[in-house]
């Protein structure tokens, strides 16, 4: 285990990494050809679709493999497209990095991606706009790579707008739903917000570096006066918090499960709300050169892992709760990527095995929707362990690995941010322990109200299976959320030591902290069976006064706090604009018009039709004009 | 002759022929005044030419002579036509361009 003692430098791509590009470019062509070719693709675009994703995965996995027979210092590769554009000195390259910390991103999407595709075949097989479906997922997929493997924060850029392009189609896409439209403008609007923030952090490093390549960028951060650290830090950790559903930006991800449920789980639990994480790790070397920013992106962290953790416990819809889950995931990983070079990996490790156990989970949620008659109230379920079991047992699977039972994923990484939460901050590390215990009370909650206690379906509701088609994914992710864990745990922090920097590794299992954090899963766990176990669930929501209860029923009131921050306030300023041109610039305007009006009523009392006094008038002028000329021809 | 009695009596005809224009309500005795007058300019044209002794103010009554041919030729015509259609001539009567 050799420590690096600089970052590594870039090497020109050559061989199969030169053709990094295929990744992007499949996905990207068949989601072209399925919108336009219109219905004649209707009976094999979902499989083309596949395909396009499927062969992504084979070219990620294979440059993986090459990168794995890399020698450590040669493992960040670069490969220079094309020029896109250049003013005056400024000239913007298009380029791909492959390096340790894209390609596992790139596995993931494309991994984790492909795996949704096949199963959205069978849960979007009655939808009669499927082919679009699949043309948006597609383009999601794109978008995606062209985000985690752009070489250049501007690149990175066109590929976070794309996945908030694709977001907003995906959201929306049951367009005939008022809530489902409502809820991707919300998401649409609430990311550019933090794409405000990306663009100052962009226009800043134009500025301070002279280009906004990574290599630039992490040569020049040394030199950075540090209030522009501190600046540049602020607004790369806004946008990720558009991005990742931070708190103050979090309100659109749970109005954004309107979307079909595979959308949810490949972009609003695994793949794109983790951008803001990839982003800070990705600018990691910018956020050492601030205490201030790092500080930031803790807080945010934290108070979001908690904000989300408390969101879980309130809400009956089963994709809220495993929406609100998913930010208070994020937290952790932002939480461990504001720590330091300590806690890079651990973000990146526990966002990849959150995204196989949440993945899971969103398609388990899809596939008891699916059964359900796309009811989504965990009032109406009860007692479908027995009705679904592959549903059941894939979900139980991503169960215990969210709460962390040993040896699942979710214990290994956790436990680690956790663990480096007590070496940075006892407070900080206080709240994500007591977010552990949260997650297992909600994720408890959930397995009660969905799989287990007593049937409180709707008439006419029959439970049943879900196609193969369906339950194959679900086993396929069932399995990385119990094995991702052990499996990356020895090797991550090494892997990324190219990309995010060196540090000392922890790699122990079983520590003090690590059993006082199984303890408080266990009493996490003991408090659901306590709540939601013992009785019967009511199938009405009782009416509650706690006032926790209630502020998690509203989700934490942030859609009225948006609304009196942020959406009356400009409603006023909207209408104070409009009064201020109703009555200063129109006024001035009609003012004017009414003048000439008034003046020509005057005027026009001139015209009498008397030829004599026109005459007259012609001839005063005339007199008038002599004499002028006369007294100025004598003075 | 002295050119500037010929002055005076061009300004005295222009004069006549300005008021003439603008107190008689006839349109044929108006349009007589606008021959006075313009001859009353010929006359000063004449009379200038006479005190510098060139040829340019005569040459100049010449075109003066043309345009009031052709006015006469086109304002008769019109003054004929309205009389046609009004059975008047006189000039406050084709006041339509009032209010």
Redesign the interface.
């Not at chain 2, 084709?94 to 209010?99: F, M």
């Given at each position: 285990m050799t420590l690096l003692e600089t970052l590594v430098q870039p090497v020109a791509a050559t061989g199969m990494f030169a053709n990094a590009w295929w990744m992007i470019g499949a996905p990207l062509a068949v989601a072209a050809i399925l919108l336009l070719a219109g219905r004649v693709a209707d009976a094999w675009g979902h499989f083309l679709a596949v395909a396009a994703v499927v062969f992504s995965f084979a070219v990620a996995a294979c440059l993986f493999a090459q990168l794995l027979g890399r020698a450590v210092d040669a493992r960040i590769v670069e490969s220079q497209l094309f020029t896109w554009f250049s003013v005056g000195a400024w000239t913007f390259d298009v380029g791909l990095q492959v390096d340790p910390l894209s390609i596992l991103f790139a596995l993931l999407i494309t991994g984790v991606g492909s795996l949704i595709h096949i199963y959205s075949i069978g849960y979007m097989a009655h939808d009669p706009r499927r082919r679009r479906f699949f043309a948006y997922l597609n383009l999601f997929v794109a978008a995606m790579l062209t985000l985690v493997l752009a070489n250049n924060y501007l690149i990175l850029f066109v590929g976070w707008e794309g996945v908030g392009l694709a977001s907003y189609l995906l959201i929306s896409f049951w367009q005939e739903k008022h809530s489902a439209a409502a809820a991707g403008v919300k998401a649409f609007v609430m990311n550019r917000v933090g794409d405000f923030g990306m663009l100052l952090a962009i226009f800043s490093m134009l500025v301070m570096f002279g280009g906004s390549s990574f290599t630039a960028v992490n040569h020049g951060a040394a030199n950075l006066p540090p209030l522009w650290a501190t600046l540049i830090g602020l607004f790369l950790l806004l946008g990720a918090c558009g991005k990742s559903a931070q708190v103050p930006l979090q309100a659109w991800l749970l109005d954004a499960m309107e979307g079909p449920t595979p959308v949810s789980a490949l972009i609003h639990a695994a793949t794109m709300v983790t951008a803001g994480v990839y982003l800070v790790v990705r600018s990691h070397v910018l956020f050492e050169q601030s205490a201030i920013a790092q500080t930031a992106v803790v807080l945010v962290g934290t108070v979001t892992l908690l904000a989300g953790a408390w969101i879980g416990t309130s809400q009956d819809d089963i994709k809220k709760v495993l929406a609100g889950s998913t930010m208070s995931q994020i937290g952790y990983m932002m939480l461990a990527a504001g720590i330091g070079p300590a806690g890079y990996a651990f973000a990146i490790f526990h966002l990849l095995t959150h995204g196989f156990f949440k993945a899971n989970m969103f398609l388990g949620a899809g596939s008891v929707m699916h059964g359900m008659h796309d009811d989504v109230n965990m009032r109406n379920y009860g007692r479908l362990a027995q009705y679904m079991k592959y549903t059941y047992w894939t979900f139980f699977c991503g169960y215990i690995a969210i709460i962390g039972v040993p040896l699942t994923a979710g214990f290994f990484s956790k436990d680690h941010i956790i663990e480096a939460a007590f070496h940075h901050n006892l407070i900080i590390g206080l709240c994500a322990l007591l977010g552990a215990g949260i997650t297992a009370f909600y994720m408890t909650r959930l397995m009660f109200m969905t799989f287990w206690s007593e049937k409180r379906w709707e008439p006419g509701v029959h439970p049943h299976e879900s196609p193969k088609v369906m339950t194959i994914p679900l086993v396929v992710l069932a399995v990385l959320s119990l094995v991702g864990g052990a499996a990356m745990n020895w090797w991550i922090q090494t892997w990324l030591e190219p990309a995010a920097g060196n540090h000392a590794h922890e790699v122990a299992l079983f520590t003090p902290i690590g059993g006082v954090t199984i303890a408080v899963v266990a009493a996490g766990v003991a408090l659901g069976w306590y709540v939601f176990g013992r009785n019967p669930i009511p199938k009405v929501a009782p009416a509650s006064r706690n006032p926790f209860t209630l502020v998690g029923r509203n989700v934490l009131y942030g859609d009225l706090i948006n609304d009196s921050v942020a959406v009356k306030p400009t409603y006023a300023l909207g209408r104070a604009a409009v009064a201020t041109d109703d009555a200063a610039l129109d006024g001035a305007v009609d003012g004017l018009a009414r003048g000439f009006g008034g003046l020509s009523v005057v005027v026009r009392k001139l015209q009498t039709g008397y030829a004599r006094s026109y005459a007259l008038t012609m001839t005063t002028g005339v007199l008038l004009a002599a004499v002028v000329l006369i007294l100025s021809q004598l003075a | 002759m002295n050119p500037e009695n010929m002055l005076m009596l061009a300004a005295i005809l222009f004069a006549i022929g300005?008021m003439g224009?603008?107190?008689r309500?006839n349109a044929l005795v108006?349009f007589m005044c606008v021959e006075l007058m313009l001859n009353a300019a010929n006359l000063a044209l004449v009379a200038a030419a006479l005190m510098h002794g060139r040829l340019d103010g005569q040459v100049a009554s010449f075109f003066v002579m043309v345009v009031a041919a052709a006015e006469v030729v086109v304002g008769l015509a019109i003054i004929v036509t309205i009389y046609r259609t009004r059975r008047t001539t006189s000039?406050?009567d084709?006041?339509?361009?009032?209010?």
């Open positions: - | 300005g224009v603008m107190l309500r108006a000039v406050d084709a006041n339509l361009l009032n209010l």
